[in-house]
């Protein structure tokens, strides 16, 4: 089993299974994406891995231990970060603040001063905003923020949801290379990414979603040649 092991999990919205026995694994160092369309229950797995959404059956190991049932708390002093789909900052506070923010669970003062000079080598942008209130910043900067508040928490593995969602291409190749050295500092990431180009073009593992089934899964770079993914996902 990997860092984080997902196996054979179902979600219930009410009556509605969202999920439909999904099994899935993330190793140490690595990308993992998912892709699928909308109400593929893509986002409901992320929620489930941090705590947000409780299983109906299957279990969800991290680093050898179940955590199905845990809280969101729980969860994140084990290592797991999750910057959630769209960017939720806390718009009237200050970049530095907001970053502060994201050590609430540490009690290092000195290695959360470390971590944010640190964040500013990865996102430059945000040490030239450092007083600007978060609500302010463009929609890429706000991304960029949103993932500098998760990794502040020093977390083994971070969940990333639809990073891309909004942003201009530009700002997205750029993203993309910022999460690629974020997981070449050993931070391993399992991936939500409706930019299906993106989310396999920097992976090394994809799982392709449909319906709450993993219909797709292996090598990101076979995926993307896929003609199944290339019909559906990539416009023929």
């Known amino acids: 089993m990997g860092l984080l092991g997902i196996e054979n999990i179902r979600i219930h919205y009410g009556r509605v299974e969202a999920v439909k026995g999904v099994s899935l694994e993330v190793q140490e160092d690595t990308i993992v994406s998912l892709i699928g369309a909308n109400g593929a229950g893509k986002t409901t797995i992320l929620r489930a891995v941090f705590g947000l959404n409780k299983p109906t059956s299957g279990e969800i190991h991290f680093g050898g231990q179940k955590i199905d049932g845990k809280s969101p708390p729980e969860i994140a002093k084990k290592g797991i970060a999750y910057s959630l789909e769209g ?35 990865l996102f430059p942008i945000l ?67 409706q930019n299906t180009k993106l989310g396999l073009g920097i992976a090394q593992q994809g799982y392709v979603l449909e319906v709450g089934l993993v219909a797709l899964h292996g090598d990101a770079q076979k995926l993307l040649n896929d003609e199944h993914v290339k019909k559906v996902y990539l416009g023929g």
């Open 87 to 121: 960017r939720k900052l806390f718009p009237l506070m200050t970049v530095y603040e907001n970053l502060e923010m994201g050590a609430y669970l540490r009690k290092d003062k000195a290695g959360i001063r470390q971590d944010i000079e640190d964040i500013f080598q």
């Open 127 to 193: 040490g030239d905003r450092l007083n600007q209130d978060a609500g302010t910043l463009s929609g890429g900067e706000q991304q960029m923020l949103a993932i500098a508040r998760a990794l502040m928490s020093k977390p083994r593995l971070l969940l990333l949801d639809e990073p891309s969602l909004g942003l201009a291409p530009l700002i997205v190749r750029e993203l993309g290379s910022i999460i690629k050295k974020i997981n070449q500092q050993g931070v391993a990431i399992l991936l939500v990414e």
